[in-house]
């Protein structure tokens, strides 16, 4: 007798199908998940790599070269009030090599018939006192006591540059101390080393702990 067609049992799934293990579908839901995180994680790192090279970008100048936007950059001033500049004198110049014999004799120092070239310039103010200033920020690095040369101050600035103030008197700062520009140092007096220049200030400027002319940095 043939059985009805409606009455065939229906076809179980064959042992060895995938689908039909415990293991499948918990695997295909971890799988899923760990790719989500992946996709999650990956566009947070891409996100926060464009905001560092934004800021990086933006704290780097034309050249590439990183800028501290917070530094101040100062120009060098004169070492005595503006007020004083048509009075001041050179009575005594930096003594450069490449100078005209005129300038190079100007530039020489001397004591006791000895000779000495000058590493700085000497100014004057009718032989007057006035008030020393410092031409930059900085900290004040020594302060010598020594009236036969003249007392000095040493001020270390942070581009690098060191300044020398010599022929001093009533200094107001010590060692240790941070200046600013402007401030003011002591004053001038005259001193054994040179009485030929009077009351003066001896002023020099070392870069790299070399002398260099002040006047190529001031406009005197």
């Known amino acids: 007798m043939t059985m009805r067609e409606e009455n065939r049992p229906n076809p179980s799934p064959k042992k060895g199908s995938v689908t039909t293990k415990r293991w499948f579908w918990p695997t295909i839901y971890a799988s899923f998940s760990i ?4 996709l999650v994680w990956g566009y ?14 933006a704290s780097k100048g034309e050249t ?3 800028v501290e936007t917070n530094a101040k950059a100062e120009s060098m001033k004169y070492p005595f009030q503006q007020d004083l500049l048509d009075e001041v004198a050179i009575v005594q110049d930096f003594y450069d090599v ?7 004799e100007g530039a020489l120092l001397v004591f006791n018939q000895t000779f000495t070239t000058s590493n700085g310039i000497s100014l004057s103010v009718d032989g007057k006192p006035f008030e ?3 031409v930059m920020s900085g900290n004040v690095e020594e302060v010598k006591m020594d009236p036969f040369i ?3 101050i040493v001020i270390a600035h942070p581009n690098g540059t060191t300044t020398k103030y010599s022929s001093l008197g009533d ?3 010590k060692k240790g101390d941070k200046v600013s520009q402007g401030q003011v140092l002591g004053k001038t007096i005259e001193n054994e080393w040179n009485p030929t220049a009077g009351n003066h200030l001896y002023f020099e400027v070392l870069e ?3 002398n260099v002319n002040p006047k190529k940095l001031l406009a005197f």
């Open 35 to 38: 790719l989500l995180v992946g």
């Open 44 to 57: 947070s790192a891409y996100t926060n790599s464009d905001t560092n090279n934004a800021t990086n970008l």
């Open 64 to 66: 590439g070269t990183s």
């Open 98 to 104: 490449e100078a005209d014999e005129k300038t190079r």
């Open 132 to 134: 020393v200033l410092s």
């Open 150 to 152: 003249g007392n000095e």
């Open 171 to 173: 200094i107001k700062v």
């Open 208 to 210: 790299e702990g070399v």
